[in-house]
């Protein structure tokens, strides 16, 4: 398996999976989109150093994506992991979980970030449950203006290091 940075190419799958009821009732902004609109959010992602989008590629097959984005250097270097979305066919074989280790060893290890959170929805048990096996820690909880209830979860450099070994 392998990350390699979302490109227009994967507009239609990327499409499919994050206008599924089953994926977008997850996300924090969870309007469906056309392809116009995803290949031109693509598009704005090229060059950027704050924002990290890739397509997870299994046998040179995408079967899923996520992203390390929102990243800011100073003060302090964090980011905000998220826009996972695997498919159907390839969840429940730790997919997601490897990404994440990918994404961040590059994070920590690469860009030089020293904490990487991730906002869940309150009632996505299963995101929760997988970030905290790797080893994220519960930070606080906040409402947004819609009134949906979201954890923000939270690793550093260090912690993610003793997990990894």
Known sequence: MRLVPLGEAHAPRVISWRNAETNRRFFLSNNTINLEEQIAWTQQLAGRIDDFTYAIESNSDAVGMLGLY??????????????????????????????????????????MLQYVYANILEQNVASRSLFEKIGFQEKFQFQTPERRSVIQLEINRDLFDLWKH
């Open 70 to 111: 929102n990243i800011k250097y100073d003060p302090i270097q964090t980011g905000e992991i998220g826009r996972i979305l695997v498919d159907s066919r390839h969840r429940r074989h730790g997919i997601a979980s490897v990404a994440i280790n990918i994404l961040l060893e590059f994070a920590f290890h690469e860009i």
